[in-house]
């Protein structure tokens, strides 16, 4: 198993190290160097396995979303729409006809 650990030098000392894993394992070890740091952590890691935890990976499937269920969303009659509409077409024709936009 391959877990991404941060390890970083501990402010005010000159020998010192933390290793921190994220969730499920929110641990933290220290040690002179970052190898020994990295092995604490690694043994917190493994007594917590050692005592019946388990790590596993669970599938959750998404739901579709197909394109039938937003089709009309927008009522080609309704007034806002047509306004929305009106205010896109003039702003392309803006843009269309300003050299500076790509």
């Known amino acids: 198993m391959q877990i991404p650990v941060l390890v970083e030098r501990l402010k005010g000392k000159t020998n010192g190290y933390r290793a921190r894993g994220a969730e499920p394992f929110a641990?933290?070890?220290e040690g002179?160097?970052?190898d020994q740091?990295?092995?604490r952590l690694k043994e917190m890691i493994q007594a917590s396995l050692a005592t019946g935890a388990q790590v596993v990976v669970l599938e959750v499937s998404m739901?579709?979303?197909h394109a039938t269920r937003i089709?009309?969303?927008f009522d080609p009659n309704d007034p806002l729409v047509q306004e929305w509409k009106e205010i896109m077409a003039e702003n392309r024709r803006k843009a269309d006809k300003d050299p500076d936009v790509p």
């Open 37 to 39: 740091a990295l092995a």
């Open 32 to 34: 002179t160097t970052p």
């Open 63 to 65: 739901p579709e979303v």
């Open 71 to 73: 089709k009309g969303v």
């Open 27 to 29: 641990l933290t070890a």
